[in-house]
Nanobody
């Protein structure tokens, strides 16, 4: 059974920083890519950033230059460093893992989400 566990969310003032972490656990042989999404109330879930095991990264325009995604393949962990936070960054942030290979299956997984609130 694969699980993704996020941590690092919380309340921060505008202009501040937070670092989110997401660790994938289970009998994992490999992961193709991991990413971060967010969903604000009344809005669709949006992709913020993703990173492949080879280190290739991609970012949404809304966070480019402010957020940085990084990963530790040995730990099956991905991080999201968020700087210069704005009130509009307030949302539930979700971690995802794509192409997770275990002994029994290949699949995609989501974390449970962590709340980020940016006060003005």
């Amino acid at each position: 059974q694969v699980q993704l566990v996020e941590s690092g969310g919380g309340l921060v003032q505008a202009g501040g920083s937070l670092r989110l972490s997401c660790a994938a656990s289970g009998s994992i042989f490999s992961i193709n890519a991991m990413g971060w999404y967010r969903q604000a109330p009344g809005k669709q879930r949006e992709l913020l950033a993703a990173i492949t095991t080879g280190g290739t990264t991609t970012y949404a325009d809304s966070v480019k230059g402010r957020f940085t995604i990084s990963g530790d393949n040995a730990k099956n962990t991905v991080y999201l460093q968020m700087n210069s936070l704005k009130p509009e960054d307030t949302a539930v942030y979700y971690c995802s893992a794509v192409g997770v290979v275990t002994r029994a299956s290949i699949g995609d997984y989501w974390g449970q989400g962590t709340q980020v609130t940016v006060s003005s």
